[in-house]
């Protein structure tokens, strides 16, 4: 079972920049994907970004230009650097890490931390 800790959440102006963290219990390379979703108040979860255990990354539309999503293999730790908040983007980012094996598709979980984006 993998563990995900989330941190670097926070309240932000608007167009300012925070840096959020996903320590893994587990090598990196032993995760097909990490990932961050958000999900805002009275709103569905959404994936905002992904990078691959061969260092693919992807974004949703209303990503590109503002995140980025990095990796540090060595600490097992996978950022998310956000820029030019703004208020829409206000939500709890959750980390997650999918393996997949044998017996199929296994989806893992952080407790997730609040970004709020107000002046």
């Known amino acids: 079972q993998v563990q995900l800790v989330e941190s670097g959440g926070g309240l932000v102006q608007p167009g300012g920049s925070l840096r959020l963290s996903c320590a893994a219990s587990?090598?990196?390379?032993?995760?097909?994907?990490m990932a961050w979703y958000r999900q805002g108040l009275g709103k569905e979860r959404e994936q905002v970004a992904s990078?691959?255990?061969?260092?693919?990354?992807n974004y949703a539309d209303s990503m590109k230009g503002r995140f980025t999503i990095s990796r540090d293999s060595a600490k097992n730790t996978v950022y998310l650097q956000m820029n030019t908040l703004k208020p829409e983007d206000t939500a709890v980012y959750y980390c997650?890490?999918?393996?997949?094996?044998?017996?199929?598709?296994?989806?893992?979980w952080g407790q997730g931390t609040q970004v709020t984006v107000s002046s």
């Open positions: 997650n890490a999918k393996k997949i094996g044998r017996t199929g598709i296994l989806h893992y």
């Open positions: 990078i691959t255990s061969g260092g693919s990354t």
């Open positions: 587990e090598s990196l390379f032993s995760i097909n994907v």
